[in-house]
């Protein structure tokens, strides 16, 4: 019954995810940003590399994410809407734990997520076919997962934690992103700064630019900002057992 129940609420939340106009709307506000930035910015190559160099896909990825976490947060926002919370009446009538409640949310966000940031990659690979003629990717797949799985869960996390707090402070939190990419370069968040600086500090290889390489430094901060998010999961999940036991 639990089962069942889990699996009729995830695609209700899905679908009413999905079919928000917020989603379409910023699913095309991002992919044009997505375009406008490889096409005025990344174009040109990142700290003397090539446009389709790794360095260059990792800055395009760094300065797209914001807005992908931003799309996010607000709809992770329609979760404290008056009509959100109604609709939680009903399923807090149900045979599912507030543990389970939480997770079908963050994944049905997770999905979300992976949609927008599969806008954003895609359009890169075309970008880069159509123009250079570029067709090895295989180096972009470690770059496409360590910056945008970091940045999911700790905002998606965090987004959870101050929503059921109060609303307001999601949107705070949107408003700290901008303020988070003048981070040190070691703890960028995005990535944006560190994979534009670091090139110009490495001895150039046979192919004209720096091998390309992370620092530790650079993925104890990912590690780190896992474990944040999930540690804001947990905080999430007890304060909404909190609430429950009062109601």
Not at 140 to 147: A, F
Not at 237 to 245: E, G
Request: hydrophobic share 55%.
């Amino acid at each position: 019954m639990n089962k069942k129940c889990m699996i009729k609420i995830f695609y209700y939340e899905l679908k009413r995810m999905l079919r928000n106009k917020l989603f379409f709307g910023m699913l095309v506000v991002n992919g044009l940003f997505a375009w406008f930035t490889l096409s005025f910015d990344i174009i040109m190559g990142t700290a003397c590399t090539a446009p389709f160099s790794v360095w260059s896909y990792c800055v395009y990825l760094g300065r797209t994410l914001p807005l992908v976490m931003i799309t996010v947060l607000l709809l992770i926002a329609n979760y404290y809407s008056r009509k959100q919370k109604q609709v939680e009446v009903l399923t807090s009538a149900t045979p599912i734990s507030s543990f389970c409640q939480i997770m079908i949310r963050t994944l049905a966000a997770g999905i979300c997520f992976l949609l927008i940031a599969l806008v954003v990659i895609v359009l890169a690979l075309l970008f880069y076919v159509s123009f250079f003629r570029f067709h090895d990717f295989a180096a972009y797949i470690l770059p496409s997962v360590l910056l945008p799985l970091p940045c999911f869960v700790f905002f998606t996390s965090l987004g959870q934690l101050l929503g059921s707090i109060h609303r307001s402070l999601v949107y705070v939190l949107i408003l700290l992103i901008f303020a988070i990419r003048i981070m040190p370069s070691a703890f960028d968040f995005f990535g944006a700064g560190y994979f534009s600086t670091v090139p110009l500090t490495l001895p150039v290889g046979v192919d004209g630019e720096p091998a390309f390489q992370i620092s530790v430094a650079f993925v104890a901060a990912r590690v780190l900002y896992l474990v944040l998010g999930i540690v804001c999961i947990d905080l999430t999940m007890i304060l909404s057992a909190r609430k429950s036991q009062k109601a």
